[in-house]
């Protein structure tokens, strides 16, 4: 998920996206304790969409307390 994408999404569409994204991470890590997972770089990516996701929350809040 890159910038552009995350911009077009709806406010609703990016707590979705949200609670979707951590649900993996939280699946990712106790797939760690069992030592199942084989890529460890999704990790990384999806903190950073997360980070994408709740910047995006950000200067939209703050946009709209502008106004």
């Known amino acids: 998920m890159n910038g552009k994408e995350v911009r077009a999404l709806q406010d609703e569409e ?5 609670a ?7 699946e990712l890590r106790s797939e760690t304790v069992t030592e199942k997972i084989k890529d460890t770089s999704q990790f990384g990516k999806l903190k950073k969409d997360i980070a994408r996701l709740l910047t995006e929350r950000r ?3 703050l946009a709209s307390a502008k106004k």
């Open 59 to 61: 200067s939209r809040s």
């Open 20 to 26: 979707r994204l951590r649900a993996k991470v939280y």
């Open 14 to 18: 990016i707590k979705i996206e949200l």
